[in-house]
């Protein structure tokens, strides 16, 4: 459950620094690739990792690069998502990803469909289709009394 929430933080702050350096007249494209090299040399230099495949296997080059590709990508989408749609709209759209992972989970893993984890599972995406079917512009209720209406 650390985890699930950490993650969930983590991913709203993501959508919320993209807002903010939007406004503060930063380029995302170079703000991502600069975290993408940021985050290699770090990673280089602090964790040390072991580039030599074991015994048998092929070190998964060609994984690291598809990798290298989409996520950035991703990350420029999800930007536009945040500039166009809103923070809580892309990130309810990013959350509709759990669609391919919760089929998954069942066609090829094999996990049972239990009825708490059935419940759990409409309950969620009762919630995220409540989020991006919301009207765009709020409602106003209106009360007019004595041929004057006031707004609230």
């Known amino acids: 459950m650390t985890y699930l929430i950490l993650s969930i933080l983590c991913s709203v702050a993501v959508s919320v620094l993209l807002k903010v350096a939007r406004r503060q007249g ?20 602090l964790l040390a990792p072991a580039l030599e495949p074991k015994a048998g296997q092929q070190f998964p080059w060609v994984l690291f690069a598809i990798l290298g590709v989409i996520l950035p990508v991703l990350f420029m989408i999800m930007s536009r998502g945040v500039e166009y749609a809103g923070i809580v709209r892309a990130d309810a759209a990013q959350r509709l990803s759990l669609f391919l992972t919760v089929l998954a989970s069942f066609v090829l ?29 709020p409602h106003r209720a209106s009360t007019c009394a004595r041929g004057h209406c006031i707004s609230f």
Do not use: H, M
């Not at 059935?118 to 079917?133: E, K, M, N, V």
């Open 26 to 45: 930063v380029d995302i494209r170079q703000a991502i690739a600069f975290n993408y090299v940021v985050a290699c040399a770090l990673t280089w230099f």
């Open 109 to 137: 893993f094999g996990e049972a469909l239990s009825v708490n984890r059935g419940l759990s599972l409409a309950l969620a995406f009762a919630a995220l289709f409540c989020l991006l079917c919301k009207p765009q512009t």
